[in-house]
């Protein structure tokens, strides 16, 4: 059974780094694209980047690039997306989801979602 | 960038009834390279249709995909309880990738 498991919700203060993560069972990770998307509160679905965990080969929405890090660490089955100062419009629930063996693909599997909170 | 717009925002409908959702991209998505998910609140999103109008596995057969170009369209054919939820579509054809700003589809 594929499945994608995400870290827990996190609470931070506006300029502190962090680093959330997504690892995959149940099928071969590296062989299939990971995706990263973002919701606001009470918001629809924006695709922030993806990456490629047999060769790290990462796509960022334009809306993203440089604002994120995605990285995949393929000896743990796990990726990543992080954060180097965070900002409160950083508040949002972000899911991973994979994709297949090629990058223009629908995202078939979904993690819960794990909740970031920036607040002084 | 391709801009998804659906149509309409919400959609008031009484089990039992037919829902027609309607997705329009600014330029021709691809292949086509379009998908539909449906997310209940605090749920992550659920792939329902790819390629237009393939269904994902697992999905019940009153759900179903058509369209090209630029114009696509899921159909409820008779909604379940179950059914009622907000619907996304997204274009995987061209990068950035993008969803639309999705359809809520409400009990009557």
């Known amino acids: 059974e594929v499945q994608l498991v995400q870290s827990g919700a996190e609470v931070k203060k506006p300029g502190e780094s962090l680093k959330i993560s997504c690892k995959g069972s149940g099928y071969r990770f590296s062989s299939y694209w990971i995706g990263w998307v973002r919701q606001m509160p009470g918001k629809g679905l924006e695709w922030m980047g993806s990456i490629y965990p047999g060769d790290s080969d990462t796509r960022y929405s334009p809306s993203f690039q440089g604002q994120v890090t995605i990285s995949a660490d393929k000896s743990i089955n796990t990726a990543f997306l992080q954060w180097s100062s965070l900002k409160a419009s950083d508040t949002a629930m972000y899911y991973c989801a994979r994709g297949s063996y090629d990058f223009w693909s629908d995202y078939s599997f979904w993690g819960q979602g794990t909740l970031v909170t920036v607040s002084s | ?108």
């Open chain 2, 1 to 108: 960038e391709i801009v998804l717009t659906q149509s309409p925002g919400t959609l008031s409908l009484s089990p039992g009834e037919r829902a027609t959702l309607s997705c329009r991209a600014s330029q021709s998505v691809g292949s086509p390279f379009l998908a539909w998910y449906q997310q209940k609140p605090v749920q992550a999103p659920r792939l329902l249709i790819y390629g237009a109008s393939s269904r994902a596995t697992g999905i019940p057969d009153r759900f179903s995909g058509s369209g090209s170009g630029t114009n696509f369209t899921l159909t409820i054919s008779r909604l379940e309880p179950e059914d009622f939820a907000v619907y996304y579509c997204q274009q995987y054809g061209r990068s950035p990738l993008t969803f639309g700003p999705g359809t809520k589809l409400d009990i009557k």
